[in-house]
């Protein structure tokens, strides 16, 4: 489970991590003031940092195979630059359709120049609070991949979070290749709330 240098590391980030939910939940109407603090102290107490979902679809092979496997994801209640890098692969919100999840890996982020491999393109650079996301399947057209190359730059606020960890099957499962500060960040996230036997159970 972790030795205590990990548990103090996960705890500080839950702290920090529930903090952030609260003040969101605040931003968005859904709390009071007065309420903040019961609801840090609760997501302290009660709370994870991490959720399972099924993802399927050839966008993101071979990362993932096509046919579907869990993820677990790493909650990410405030994205920006601080805690999102470049190399992450990303949950988040279908800018054209809210209802709808996805999984991208995260190619840029704001102030970075892009450039188009089509010189009749003009090159722009991405605005504050916005990154770019890609499909990992390259050889998957752009309209099919449904990435920031068809609804261009995304807002931050749309990531949910960060996929950690991936289970295709009792045999094969393992850590998401993401950032090296990503998988800094999220060690002790992992040490903790990671339940292989769980994960693999539900392939």
């Not at 003040?23 to 009071?32: D, Q």
């Not at 709370?47 to 579907?68: D, H, Y």
């Not at 601080?82 to 800018?95: A, H, I, Q, Y």
Request: charged share 30%; glycine share 6%.
């Amino acid at each position: 489970m972790g030795s205590p240098v990990t548990w103090a590391r996960y705890f500080l980030t839950k702290i920090r991590v529930s903090f952030a939910q609260s003040i969101r939940s605040y931003e968005l109407g859904k709390i009071k003031e007065r309420e903040i603090y019961d609801h840090v102290v609760k997501n302290v107490v009660q709370g994870r940092l991490t959720f399972k979902r099924l993802f399927k679809g050839a966008e993101m092979t071979p990362t993932f195979a096509s046919q579907g496997e869990t993820l677990l994801i790493r909650s990410l209640p405030r994205p920006s630059p601080r805690s999102v890098f470049v190399g992450d692969v990303v949950m988040l919100k279908d800018p054209d359709d809210p209802e709808r999840e996805l999984v991208r890996r995260v190619a840029a982020l704001e102030g970075e120049e892009m450039v188009s491999s089509n010189d009749d393109d003009e090159g722009f650079k991405l605005e504050p609070g916005t990154c770019w996301v890609l499909c990992d399947n390259e050889g998957i057209s752009p309209k099919e991949a449904v990435d920031s190359r068809t609804f261009g730059p995304l807002r931050m606020s749309n990531i949910i979070g960060r996929a950690i960890y991936y289970s295709r099957s009792a045999v094969e499962h393992g850590f998401v290749q993401n950032s090296d500060e990503a998988m800094h960040v999220d060690s002790p996230v992992l040490a903790v709330e990671l339940d292989v036997e769980e994960m693999t159970s539900q392939s």
